[in-house]
């Protein structure tokens, strides 16, 4: 089985729950909890910022402008599942359109996320599912290969892997790996929480207590000038 040229059939998949555990939460609050560098590029950018994505990565790397592998990917995925289309980062095509994303949706996928260009951005703008990507172009792609499928791929800057479990809403994406997912998925919670409250006082006049300002200027040793 060369490499460039191979399709993995199976890989193991977190738990629902596992993955249901970041449903609602934003994803500024998730990466607030994993050092703020889980994000992929801000190149990567929602047809339909109003869809959050949600779901387990399923891994596809092509050659720049071709969707053989999208296709078999297509109907090997399984619902709950998201299309990561490795693409090299090249916009010179479209890898995607109205037609698969549909049946995407139609195979209860949880979403495609691409690290190139789509088209019939005006239909996937009003379709309920997440389709995320660097660009758009009428340009439509070649069916040649190579390719490989479910295998670790480099994304938008980001190594994602069969199986990550993948959040994402109008801010961009992240890539959580499953080990860390049920203590991750707490403590985003509580930041919630805690911003929930925050937003809340600066709406009532309770105000915003931050202490944290002044303390980390004394800190650096700032001098202040009347």
């Not at 929602?46 to 720049?64: D, E, H, I, K, W």
């Not at 805690?194 to 650096?220: C, F």
Request: glycine letters at 12%.
């Amino acid at each position: 089985m060369p490499t460039g040229c191979r399709i993995r059939r199976n890989f193991e998949r977190p738990k629902k729950e596992l993955v249901e555990a970041f449903r609602g939460l934003p994803v500024a609050n998730i990466d607030d909890c994993m050092g703020r560098i889980a994000a992929v590029d801000a190149c990567i950018c929602p047809l339909n910022p109003s869809v959050r994505l949600l779901g387990t990565a399923f891994t596809l790397r092509a050659p720049a402008g071709d969707n053989l592998m999208f296709h078999k990917a297509l109907d090997m995925a399984q619902p709950g599942d998201v299309l990561v289309l490795a693409n090299g980062g090249s916009m010179s095509r479209s890898l995607c359109g109205e037609i698969m994303s549909n049946y995407a949706k139609s195979r209860g996928l949880a979403g495609i996320i691409i690290d190139g260009c789509v088209r019939d951005s005006a239909a996937l703008a009003r379709l309920d599912f997440p389709v995320y990507a660097k660009g758009v172009t009428p340009n439509g792609p070649y069916k040649n290969g190579p390719g490989e499928i479910n295998f670790p791929v480099s994304f938008a800057g980001q190594v994602i892997c069969p199986g990550d479990i993948l959040a994402g809403d109008a801010d961009g994406i992240l890539v959580i790996k499953p080990e860390e997912a049920e203590e991750l998925a707490a403590r985003a919670k509580e930041v919630h929480v805690k911003e929930a409250g925050q937003l809340d006082g600066i709406l009532t006049g309770k105000g915003w207590s931050r202490p944290w300002v002044d303390e980390i200027l004394d800190e650096i040793g700032v001098g202040y000038i009347d």
